[in-house]
């Protein structure tokens, strides 16, 4: 019998192009999004990225593009820079999550892989009928997932990157969930107050950074009977969850409402060492 191949690893790959000291030091890949693979370089390897680029593609098969990290997500529509090490210059792909198919651009509009349990979970919370607002809508994965698994779900998307919304449009149709979703470009507050007052059983707010400066907006698109908010945050060291409930409440307080009950408080990955993403459902009146 013809015994396979054994695929060199990316050690063995580098051992005769990098110095002997720096081959424990190798990346892996952070992130796939589709046919691209994300990395962080060490600063030490810097000067070696190409040929490191170009070995992840030969460890790789599935992969097109290797993108490296240039820097740390920022600015209003939280993006980050890329430099391609390996393979087609490219931040744009299809990546798959969950029976679902997103067009996405790295460099010009936010996703993150890392995010697929928490797109999953909270599609599967939603029930038929129900009225979402996503606040910070990105490409859609929150959006998309729901009114591709709810046949009756309707989903206000908003987002205040033109890049965003248009890539959203292309996820609507590759996903066939035309007339369930509903992009809309601008600010949260602004199409709150303008379009989206009272209308939701649910809304989606997964701004961590400043999620909590739009809890009158979440607030304001729920129902007046009340609903649920998915509230994203950062805890770290100084931090900790607990506080984060309690400047939830009484932000939810200040803007007239009540929280009824916390369902559901957890992490969803962590960030960086101590510090972690988590989520708040809240019941709200
Ligand atoms: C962390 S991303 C989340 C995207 C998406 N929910 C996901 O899971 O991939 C936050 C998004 O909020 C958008 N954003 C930032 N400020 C906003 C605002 N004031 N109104 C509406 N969207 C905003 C950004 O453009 C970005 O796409």
Request: aromatic letters at 6%; charged letters at 25%.
């Amino acid at each position: 019998m013809l015994e396979k191949k054994k695929q060199p690893s990316l050690a063995q790959l580098l051992e005769n192009k990098l110095p002997k000291h720096l081959l424990s030091t190798l990346p892996h890949v952070a992130d796939f999004v589709g046919d691209i693979g994300i990395v962080e370089i060490p600063s030490k390897l810097e000067r070696y990225k190409n040929v490191i680029g170009e070995a992840i593609l030969q460890t790789n098969k599935n992969l097109q593009t290797v993108l490296a990290k240039a820097g740390a997500v920022s600015g209003p529509y939280r993006l980050r820079e890329f430099t391609a090490i390996g393979g087609v210059p490219k931040t744009e792909t299809v990546h798959s999550e969950y029976g679902c198919r997103f067009h996405v651009d790295v460099a010009r509009a936010y996703f993150s892989p890392r995010l697929s349990h928490e797109h999953d979970r909270i599609a599967s919370l939603v029930q038929e009928g129900e009225s979402v607002v996503d606040l910070f809508a990105g490409v859609g994965p929150f959006a998309v997932m729901i009114a591709k698994r709810r046949q009756t779900a309707r989903v206000y998307a908003v987002d205040i990157n033109p890049e965003a919304i248009a890539l959203l449009k292309k996820n609507i149709r590759l996903n066939r969930v035309y007339g369930k979703v509903h992009p809309i470009l601008g600010d949260a507050r602004q199409v709150v107050s303008s379009r989206l007052a009272d209308v939701a059983d649910r809304v989606i707010m997964n701004l961590p950074e400043t999620a909590i400066e739009f809890v009158d907006a979440g607030c304001r698109a729920l129902k007046p009977e009340g609903g649920i908010l998915h509230f994203y945050s950062f805890t770290t060291a100084s931090h900790s969850l607990e506080n984060i409930k309690n400047v939830f409440v009484e932000a939810v307080e200040k803007n007239g409402r009540k929280v009824d009950q916390f369902l559901y408080c957890r992490s969803v990955r962590e960030t960086a060492p101590h510090e972690h993403q988590v989520v708040l459902d809240a019941r709200i009146l």
